[in-house]
């Protein structure tokens, strides 16, 4: 199949969840181009999170439909969607902390089935390390292949999760606050590597730092009390009324 800028990665319709008597997610659709930087903004408990999951298929929505690529992927299980080429990174919630950081990639490369040459497995080991080494040197870790991911610093251990994230060669990647307890210069670095990863895969990112959105997103969603309270690009976000009252005050 071909692909092209304008195509739909991620369609979302009319997204409802509620968690007894909190509307978590509100009737929310999003629409996510290939090639683009999408953000998704709001305070505290706008149900940004509840969003990103009922997109992985962490949560099921009480109503509404989710599509990737085409392909309608409503309620089905994670493990599912990330073969289709959809993936996460949360939190450095996917690094395994005793292994090295070569390993920890290479298998997320081998899951994502770069070994499977079964009939020439020499070739399927070559292809997964090949894989691991690219991925290590774009992320900036190539230096540090054999360092136990603990020891790694707080950014470089997020680094490393997008690493592994990459390594499954996805269509799609959901960020959630990926500078979140960064400092300026691990926050400076994280923006150009998401930039820098943006040229070939399509972003959808939570972002809770206002001015790394309005430099990297090409559009940004903001939610508020679970419904989309206005989408549109960083400059039409930034002189939004709306946007700005419930950004400094809190409420509205
Ligand atoms: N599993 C759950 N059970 C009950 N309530 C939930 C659950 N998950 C989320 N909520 C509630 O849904 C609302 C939206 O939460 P969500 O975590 O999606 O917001 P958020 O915008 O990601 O917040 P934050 O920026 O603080 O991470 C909140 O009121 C939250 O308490």
């Given at each position: 199949m071909s692909r092209s800028a304008g195509d739909l990665v991620l369609?979302?319709?009319?997204l409802d969840r509620s968690f007894g008597g909190i509307h978590a997610v509100d009737d929310v659709s999003l629409e996510v181009p290939?090639?683009?930087l999408h953000a998704i903004i709001g305070p505290n408990?706008?149900?940004k999170t509840t969003l990103f999951n009922l997109?992985?298929?962490h949560t099921?929505?009480?109503s509404g439909r989710v599509r990737f690529a085409g392909e309608d992927i409503t309620g089905m299980p994670y493990s599912k969607v990330a073969r289709k080429g959809l993936a996460k990174s949360y939190q450095i919630t996917t690094v395994f902390p005793l292994l090295t950081v070569f390993e920890n990639v290479r298998i997320a490369a081998q899951a994502a089935g770069h070994a499977y040459v079964f009939w020439r497995p020499a070739d399927g080991i070559r292809a997964v390390t090949r894989r691991t080494e690219e991925v290590l040197e774009r992320i900036g870790l190539a230096a540090d292949r054999d360092v136990v991911a603990s020891n790694l610093s707080h950014g470089d251990?997020?680094?490393l999760d997008l690493a592994i994230a990459l390594a499954t060669s996805p269509r799609l990647l959901l960020l959630d606050e990926p500078t979140a307890?960064?400092?300026?210069?691990e926050t400076a670095a994280t923006v150009e590597l998401v930039q820098e990863l943006n040229r070939d895969v399509t972003i959808l990112m939570i972002e809770h730092k206002m001015d790394v959105i309005l430099t990297i997103a090409d559009r940004i969603t903001v939610l508020h009390q679970g419904r989309k309270l206005f989408e549109g690009t960083p400059d039409?976000?930034?002189d939004h009324p709306e946007v700005k009252e419930v950004y400094l005050t809190g409420s509205r």
């Open positions: 369609e979302a319709q009319g290939e090639g683009s408990g706008s149900g997109i992985t298929g099921r929505p009480t251990q997020r680094r307890g960064m400092s300026p210069p039409e976000v930034r």
